[in-house]
């Protein structure tokens, strides 16, 4: 399997980049988006008796394309298995309305499939000694962070350097951040998420610091992408086993999650319609409407992993759909949600069904509704993005109740912060160089 830069499609037909160097480099040197120059469907039998499959043997068909042979199959099967080492329940809240649990992971959110898929990957890529460490630098509003440092915990010949906004982050996710020790190196940053970000951009483009061999695990890299595609397959074949055809709501903000669902329904998966709901970060939903794509700067909301203002997925999903509207419209929805409506959402959830959503759920549970008015008769699911105790103010404060700590952050509440507080570009410089010596 070849890859080719979403910036110039012209190259499709001479695609060249392979999967490893799509997941070393992240984004092409074009600073385009690697795209699959072919998607195969799975076998029709497969599909047909998708019950009869576990979940390691079902992922493993579903990326072994993408892969390409560049990882031995044995060796893919064990990557698979351990990245799907926790459950994706499917939890019926309402007749006809499942959320599909994603946070059952080590940091509790969705983000822990990409990143322990893409940390064993590279691991794989980078495990004979004679291969100088690859150092994957990432800047985090939150979550992304804990997910990309739990994941490649102890991978051998990678190092994490984590950037986060001093005091911006909750006190949770900051311990999943600086805790780990190991070969996870956290920057406490004198600022906020764009300052982080910017100065994760400007390393990439030093010619000084070519030498560090950097790489990003943000949701771009492919191999982050496409292993987000394993729960959609499950969630479909627990409806299957009851003859359903699932609707999927997703919560999204740059839009990596729908589109690897997309790419699901191109391999063939019986998916009847997606519906990307957003909180008022709107770009996408006003695209559906007006036929205009308008990015602007993101607004703050509850929902905070959904701000963005400018999706960089999107451009993947219209290549899905051939760039064409009308079949993007036949099988693609996008709404936006207020705080104030996922609020009153989490409130009915929780007095219908006694079910907690967090402030992501719930707008995709919101989508989900939306979309049932206009089309009865159908079987939804959301998906549930991170566990409520993430959000903890938010949720508690909503639904005026407490909610049991689980054990993944009862354990990490005690532990000892450690990070390396810098506030400017050349700081950050200096440490990448100094540890790269
Ligand atoms: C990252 C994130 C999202 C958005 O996912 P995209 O793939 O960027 O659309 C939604 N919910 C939570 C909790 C997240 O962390």
Sequence with gaps: MKYYSLNNPESKDAANTSFREAVINGLAPDRGLYFPEKITPLDKDFIEHLELYENDEIAFRVIQQFVGGEIPDDELRKIVSETLSFDFPLNKVEEDVYALELYHGPTMAFKDVGARFMARCLGYFNKDKDQETVRVLVATSGDTGGAVASGFLGVEGVEVIILYPSGKVSDIQEKQLTTLGQNITALEVDGVFDDCQDMVKTAFLDPELNACNLTSANSINVARWLPQMFYFFIAARELKKQG??????????????????????????????????????????????????????????????????????????????????????????????????????????????????????????????????????????????????????????????????????????????????????????????????
């Design 244 to 437: 359903k055809e699932p609707v999927f709501a997703v919560p999204s903000g740059n839009f990596g999650n729908i589109c690897a669902g997309i790419m699901a329904y191109r391999l063939g998966l019986p998916i009847k319609h997606f519906v990307a709901a957003t909180n008022i970060n709107r770009t996408v939903p006003d695209f559906m409407n007006s036929g205009k794509y308008e990015p602007r700067p993101s607004k703050a909301t509850i929902s905070n992993a959904m701000d963005v203002g400018n999706p960089s997925n999107f451009i993947r999903i219209q290549t899905l759909f051939e760039n064409d509207f009308d079949l993007l419209k036949a099988m693609f929805t996008s709404e936006s949600y207020t705080d104030e409506e996922t609020r009153t959402a989490m409130k009915a959830i929780y007095d219908r069904s006694e079910y907690i959503a967090d402030p992501h759920g719930a707008v995709g549970y919101l989508g989900l509704k939306d979309y049932q008015k206009n089309v009865p008769g159908t079987t939804g699911v959301f998906l549930e993005t991170a566990h409520p105790v993430k959000f903890l103010d938010t949720v508690e404060e909503t639904l005026n109740t407490k909610i049991t700590i689980p054990e993944q952050i009862v354990s990490i509440i005690d532990k000892q912060k450690k990070s390396v507080l810098i506030s400017n570009y050349d700081q950050l410089k200096t440490f990448l160089l100094k540890d790269s010596h």
